[in-house]
């Protein structure tokens, strides 16, 4: 009971840091609707346990800086359906002191399920998880590496696929069959593993643990094949030893394999870093936007660079290849597991005295072409269009070169300049500015010169001069103000120079004030619904097997505390100690309080989740 009662304290402490937070930034944006929300649902395969997490990333007025916010993650009860996400969303923003109305906009995975409550059944604009959306397209691209039931069937963003047995790249596929089997005998033999770490490699220095292909995890298929090519040679020496049998070395792969892997990697690299960009919390959006459009001209080059044949590594570590990069900058690399490669350019496509040495990964080129756009440059669909979607035009159109950005991804994709939609979408956004957003030093316009004609002489008042002190003439609407801000700042020359989004507008903070609070409720949007998968491990770590009695609330505070953490004060004494009354009314009032976590009969899981 003790330990539950600091827990609480704790957890009090720091739900009113949080409220607080949203409560500060409410009274400065006046009006806007300013937070992006992420969140998803998810079940746990071994426990069957449901969770759900939201995650709130805004821009504060008061500094201009990224603040992400985790809500925690706690149990979901009941069908993964439309209303049951939006009823949960819906108690969460409301317990932490937040609105629908705050709601800028959402981001979610590719379920059909989530996507409907974001898409459908909530007014604020809502944009695909781009780490997700690529994570599939590569899925398919490979045909679909995992054993998984086989049929025509929609996969995780709606989207038509034929029998997932047909792949373009069937020896690829056994060939990452093979590999996954192989990281899998290190992690299920103890001696094997034991055998591979100790072995003297002086190329290799220290041994590093193989990295399992889990069809789940973004980007895992690139990490596993990355960490298996910078282990080439500790993987020969182990094959090599005699301490390991014949049915083990029937396991290696051997330098033909490799052959085909290496234009297999050099693909998937660029899908790899966009992946890898929007896991990063605190990005601004436009970042990963210039990330797409160089993806689009990567899969459109007519060759594919590769790391060489079993070549030596260059360089190991941050410092030396930066290093050695400085020092070669015309030499042509390839990094991979932070081990940096000579590498070497391949032909996509046959051309006359140009010939084609990479098949199989031209089929995977293609199939990614294929499904890029239709993932995130669908002209039928504007939630998977970037061009087209609210939440990507906003921040894009406010941002130093977003404009030219915009114009020339239009260009790659060949569709209209989004230039025009992106000023309406900011001017009616404008139109949510409440009158008392209007800083003091700019509401009223300058007093007008003293008329030339009095007023008793004449019966005809020119309502332009008119020498009244009305508010409603020398007072501008929000809206308009906005409207003449926006106008200035997109006639600025320095907007089409790409600069950081949150530094240019600290800058322009005393020059457009109204427009500043609308940079800052835009500027915010998320792209990755990775923040909230991040919530997910801890709530597993917490409700483990032999923890079925343990309260959700209890669940709730543990995850809510660590997410957090970083808000507590120095010393931790200084959190204010509760009475029992007090922990009673904060128990009663958290959300599902009292229920317990043995709810298996009442969790019902979808068939749109990952």
């Known amino acids: 009971d003790t330990v539950v009662k600091l827990l609480l304290e704790i957890y009090t402490h720091l739900i009113n840091c949080v409220r607080t937070k949203f409560q500060a930034a409410k009274k400065r944006v006046r009006g806007l609707p300013f937070i992006h929300v992420v969140t998803d649902p998810w079940t746990d395969k071994h426990t069957t346990k449901s969770y759900a997490s939201v995650v709130v990333r805004y821009v504060d007025p008061a500094d201009c800086k990224m603040t992400v916010l985790h809500l925690g993650g706690s149990l979901f009860v009941g069908k993964h359906d439309p209303a049951n996400i939006v009823f949960f969303l819906r108690g969460r923003l409301a317990y932490s002191s937040l609105a629908m109305s705050d709601v800028c ?218 290093a050695y990069c400085d020092s070669n900058p015309t030499g042509l690399t390839f990094e991979v597991d932070n081990y940096l490669f000579p590498a070497e350019e391949l032909y996509v496509d046959d051309e006359p005295g140009k010939e084609s040495r990479c098949t199989e990964a031209a089929a995977v080129v293609m199939v990614l072409r294929e499904q890029l756009d239709p993932r995130l440059f669908n002209v039928e669909d504007p939630t998977r269009n970037v061009l087209k979607n609210h939440t990507v035009l906003r921040p894009c159109i406010l941002s130093p070169g977003g404009v030219s950005l915009l114009r020339k991804l239009s260009e790659l994709v060949n569709q209209p300049d989004p230039y025009g939609a992106a000023v309406a979408s900011v001017r009616e956004l404008c139109k949510s500015l409440a009158p008392s957003s209007i800083p003091l030093a700019s509401a009223t316009l300058a007093a007008a010169p003293p008329p030339s004609r009095r007023r008793a002489r004449s019966s005809l008042i020119d309502l332009l001069i008119d020498g009244s002190n009305s508010a409603a003439v020398q007072q501008q609407s929000p809206s308009s103000m906005a409207f003449a801000e926006l106008e200035a700042f997109l006639q600025l020359a320095e907007i089409n120079q790409k600069q950081q989004p949150q530094h240019v507008w600290r800058g322009y903070k005393e020059q457009f004030p109204v427009l500043y609070l609308v940079a800052c409720c835009s500027i915010g949007a998320v792209a990755s619904s990775a923040a909230s998968e991040r919530d997910f491990p801890t709530a597993g770590a917490v409700m483990r097997k032999n923890s079925t009695r343990l309260l959700p609330q209890q669940l709730e505070m543990q995850c809510f505390i660590h997410d957090n953490v970083d808000l507590l004060p120095t010393p931790i004494e200084a959190v204010p100690a509760m009475t029992n009354q007090q922990a009673n009314q904060v128990r009663a009032a958290m959300p599902m309080a009292g229920r317990q976590q043995d709810l298996e009969d009442d969790i019902n899981t979808s068939a749109d989740e990952e």
């Open 105 to 322: 906009s959402t981001t979610t995975d590719s379920g059909s399920n989530v996507r409907k409550a974001c898409v459908d059944d909530m007014e604020a604009p809502s944009l695909p998880c781009f780490a997700h959306s690529m994570h599939n397209a590569v899925q398919y691209s490979l045909g679909w590496t995992s054993s998984r039931p086989q049929g025509d069937l929609e996969d995780a963003d709606g989207m038509i696929v034929a029998r997932r047995d047909r792949s373009r790249i069937p020896r690829t596929r056994a060939l990452l069959a093979r590999m996954r089997k192989l990281t899998g005998h290190f992690n299920h033999s103890e001696r094997s593993a034991a055998i591979f770490h100790d072995l003297d490699v002086p190329q290799q220095g220290d041994s590093r643990d193989l990295i399992t292909d889990v069809v789940t995890s973004w980007g895992s298929t690139y990490r596993a094949i990355s960490r298996n090519l910078t282990l080439y040679d500790r993987l020969a020496a182990f094959f090599a030893s005699p301490q390991v049998g014949s049915s083990q070395r029937r396991r290696r792969l051997i330098s033909a394999n490799w052959d085909r892997l290496r234009p297999i990697l050099g693909v998937l690299s660029s899908a790899f870093e966009v992946t890898t960009a929007a896991e990063v919390e605190d990005d601004a959006l436009i970042d990963l936007v210039s990330v797409l459009g160089f993806l689009r001209i990567a899969l459109n080059s007519p060759t594919v660079t590769v790391p060489c044949h079993i070549a030596p590594a260059l360089a190991v570590g941050d410092r030396a290849i930066e």
